[in-house]
């Protein structure tokens, strides 16, 4: 495994580095009174609520900032067009940043960040089990994610929590693409299928599957997703980047301070085709299992569990410094500012 992970960052290197700049956002003229950035991030999804909150309060306007969101749909691509060029920050799973430092990268992507604590995902049955408990996985097959993805990791993290082989008490597949996995369950003959919001709420509601478990929950606080820029980009802007950030605690103070409601009503222009009631629901779901930090710091104890969680994958050859790939300074200003 540690082979095929090893050429998938070198892979991401060469896609950069050949890649044709070709932006998909929303195609918007910039304001000149604001600063363009191109934001890729891994999936647009209810989880990452506060910054859909800083959007659609203006907290980035207020900081001179004219955002483009690009969806990258995982984050391997997004961290293919961050190292392009394509995407000025990628919002993404901090494991991509390792990864592509431990490649060999000269302008890596430096992480700034932390939104997100607990894991987002769900693990979804095929029927309703109210005394669902991990050794009932033993025998059965799973709709897994990426080999090296988080969301793959911290399933197999679980498992280990619980006593049970990843490779050898279940069956794993891991050949679906990242946001299909939700439209295989229906005619797969899987038992289980870990997935996302909106996705995990829509089988329920088709009928299709219910919610036994919660992976943010099971697995404890962990590192799961956060902003990164390249080196050489931080380092030339960056009062930039500290506005961007001081625009995402904006939306982790109103988060933390509002109703599931509020919320909701808040970030639906984001999920157009989403029922304002199931926003709602995955907004209280996502903010029962304390999901979102009060700050956006990332911290070192959180980067050497990330560190921990890929060793225990087989991931990770060898640990890469702290100091290198994070930065604390604008999310420490941010949090003084703002809280």
Partial sequence: MKKSIKAGAACILALAAAI????????????????????????????????????????????????????????????????????????????????????????????????????????VSREPDDQFSWDKLKGCKVLGGRAGGMPQMVFEFILKKNGIDPRTDLTIDQSISFGLTAAAFTSDDADYTVEFEPYAT???????????????????????????????????????????TNALQKGIDYVNSHSAEEIAKTIQPQFKETPLENITAIVNRYQSQDTWKQDLIFEKDSFELLQNILEEAGELEARVPYEKLVTTEFAGKAAGAYQ
């Avoid at 089988?203 to 919660?214: D, I, R």
């Fill in 20 to 123: 044709v700049p070709a932006l998909s956002g929303c195609g918007k003229a910039a304001d000149s009174a604001l600063t363009p950035v191109t934001l890729n991030e891994v999936a647009h999804s209810i989880f990452y609520a506060p910054q859909y909150a800083a959007i659609e309060l203006g907290f980035f306007k207020e900081e001179g900032i004219d955002l483009t969101l690009v969806n990258g749909g995982g984050a391997d691509k997004v961290m293919t067009a961050l190292i392009s060029g394509d995407a000025d920050i990628g919002f993404m799973g901090s494991e991509a940043s390792i990864y592509t430092y431990a490649q060999g990268a000269g302008d890596y992507a430096v992480n700034f960040a932390q939104l997100t604590q607990r894991a987002g995902n769900f693990l």
């Fill in 202 to 244: 829509g089988l329920e509601l088709e009928g299709s599957g219910y919610v036994v478990a919660s992976l943010g929950t099971d697995s404890g606080y962990v590192p799961y997703t956060a902003y990164s820029a390249r080196k050489s980009y931080v380092e030339t802007h960056p009062e930039l980047i500290q506005r961007f």
